[in-house]
């Protein structure tokens, strides 16, 4: 069996590394530059599964994919020795007003009442017990099962276990198209050259997937959404745990690093770093935690989200015989990529 990933970011290489790990000798990820490029190494690496969960269905899916992650870095660092970061450091999610904290109120209670942890803080010293750097604020909600793992180590562990477990990762290959059998995907074409058969082929091309030449039209429209982001540099480190207020987060990773982010642009794959972009960014994490103001700001940039029509992620079966989904996670790729490719493992052996 061959099966060909398109795509060799965090999905592409999980994808790739558990299917190799079931016992298919012949996996080929595909790369137009190099893996891990585009959002990948360019995410936040939270693990927010209470903090992103917009409703009961995803609040259940979002908590069985965090909690695949702390096994996995294990099996990762045991295969790799690469430490991918993971760290259950929990995220306060601060509240500004009262009509804010009501909301949180609410959020904590249902989860409460499904039997996750969650606890609400009320007034600032209430926030502050668990992180003494928050700002001001009317109190929080604390989800101290969420956490962290640092994207571009993933990737390289991923990259290196998949080298190991004898997966072909073809750097600087653009598919030109995806070759059609009748009603079956049969593989793909490469460079307007080379063809590729593959008994399954995985979309995995995150915001790029849909301008895949030849993806059949009964898989839905990926679209890109651009996220700015900023990295600073706090020495001593002050800040423990990720810290959501408004609309930005922070990300401290534990040596002094601290990510914030991020904006939610509509603008296709325009690749700038804005100046009204970096302040709202800034501007929020300072209000988030002040102290944050003497830190050195480091680095900017951004990337796109893989936005999916209606707005669900698109695993597994694609509805076309021979290709599988593995795209669409918007703001949680990281969260959902050990599940994911579980999924897609299961679907592309199924359809053999």
Do not use: K
């Not at 571009?152 to 190991?164: E, I, K, S």
């Not at 082929?201 to 997937?209: K, M, Q």
């Not at 914030?260 to 800034?282: C, K, P, Y």
């Amino acid at each position: 069996m061959r099966a060909v990933v398109i795509g060799g970011g965090v999905m592409g290489c999980a994808s790739a590394l558990e299917l190799a790990s079931r016992g298919v000798r012949d996996v080929v990820v595909l790369e137009r530059s190099v893996p891990g490029a585009e959002a990948s190494s360019a995410a936040g690496g939270i693990l927010g599964a209470q903090v992103e969960a917009r409703n009961p269905r995803e609040l259940d899916a979002f908590v069985a994919a965090r909690e695949m992650h702390e096994a996995w870095a294990s099996e990762l660092r045991e295969l790799t020795g690469i430490d991918v970061g993971f760290r259950r450091c929990g995220i306060l999610t601060i509240a500004r007003n009262d009509e804010e904290l009501a909301a949180l109120g609410r959020e904590v209670a249902a989860q409460r009442e499904r039997g996750i942890e969650a606890a609400t803080l009320t007034g600032e010293r209430g926030a502050r017990e668990i992180e003494p750097e928050v700002g001001a604020c009317r109190g929080a909600a604390w989800f101290a099962r969420d956490g962290q793992v640092d994207p571009p180590r993933l990737l390289r562990a991923l990259v290196a276990a998949c080298a190991d477990a004898g997966v072909t990762i073809r750097a600087g290959t653009t598919v030109s198209r995806v070759v059609m059998r009748g009603e079956r995907c049969a593989g793909v074409e490469l460079d307007g050259q080379e063809e590729l058969e593959a008994d399954v082929t995985v979309l995995a091309a995150g915001s790029w997937s849909s301008l895949v030449p030849g993806v059949p039209s009964p898989v839905p429209r990926v679209r890109p959404v651009r996220g700015q982001m900023v990295e600073l540099d706090q020495r001593p480190p002050r800040l423990r745990r990720i810290v959501f207020g408004g609309h930005t987060y922070v990300v401290p990773r534990g040596d002094g690093r601290v990510v914030a982010g991020s904006t939610m642009e509509e603008v296709g794959h325009r690749r700038e770093v804005t100046a009204g972009g970096v302040s709202d960014i800034l501007g929020g994490a300072l209000a988030n935690v002040p102290s944050l103001r003497a830190a050195e700001l480091v680095r900017t940039w951004c990337n796109f989200r893989p936005c999916p029509e209606g707005d669900v992620e698109l695993v597994g079966p694609s509805g076309v015989a021979g290709l599988v989904l593995a795209t669409g996670h918007h703001r949680n790729g990281i969260l959902l990529a050990r599940a994911t490719a579980l999924a897609v493992a299961d679907a592309a052996l199924a359809a053999t």
